[in-house]
């Protein structure tokens, strides 16, 4: 007799057994899939207002970017400084976006010596290792101060880069900056963080 009730106290028990532990693995999916959106969410949100991953196109900026590089580009509570390089929404009477260098900000003076190819900045002159090309002028208006909200933006491949020496291009507001490139991370044999000049 007792081994018949221990026998139906075993069957009585195993399907509670069973029940509670599918509860849990239901549970543990439920969790895994919340913490999945949440990740999504987050990731999502970056890239929308504080992280872009951008394709360089063209080679403007040789040999500091190249064509076809993915860089990611940051925007939180960012202002355009010197040597930054930037992505920006359009020039003037140009309507795609653009990648260049900032070669000088709002109240800065700026003189360009097309003959002997210097860049003066506030008096001092530009060492500016990382160009090529020859820095020749163009049809646009070289200012001697830059006004408020602008900068003034070259391309380091100076020989073919259409920038702030083009009317096409001009002074760019500081509105019309996207955001500063960081690094390279794509294709991982040019993978770089890119960092100010030391003017």
């Given amino acids: 007799m007792s081994e018949r009730v221990a026998e139906k106290k075993k069957r009585n028990i195993e ?26 969410a987050v990731v999502v949100i970056l890239l929308t ?19 076809k590089d993915k860089v990611i580009v940051t925007n939180f509570f960012y202002t355009p400084k010197q040597g930054d390089i930037v992505v920006i929404s359009h020039g003037a009477e140009y309507s795609e976006p653009i990648i260049k260098r900032v070669i000088a900000t709002e109240g800065q003076t700026l003189s360009i010596d097309f003959e002997k190819e210097k860049i003066t900045v506030d008096g001092v002159e530009l060492k500016e290792d990382y ?11 070289i200012p001697k ?22 009317k096409a291009i001009g002074l760019i507001d500081v509105h019309d900056i996207i955001g500063k490139a960081q690094f390279v991370v794509f294709p991982f044999n040019n993978a770089k963080y890119l960092a100010n000049p030391e003017y």
């Avoid at 399907?15 to 999504?40: C, D, M």
């Fill in 15 to 40: 399907p509670r057994t069973i029940h509670l532990k599918n509860s849990q693995g239901t549970a543990g999916i439920y969790e895994w899939v919340h913490s999945l959106v949440f990740a999504v």
């Fill in 49 to 67: 207002f504080f992280v872009r991953l951008v394709d360089v196109s063209g080679t403007s900026m040789k040999q500091t970017l190249q064509s």
């Fill in 131 to 141: 160009i090529q090309g020859h820095t020749h002028e163009e049809d646009g208006e």
């Fill in 145 to 166: 101060v830059i006004p408020k909200g602008k900068v003034f933006v070259l391309g380091d491949n100076r020989g073919v880069s259409m920038d702030s020496r083009s």
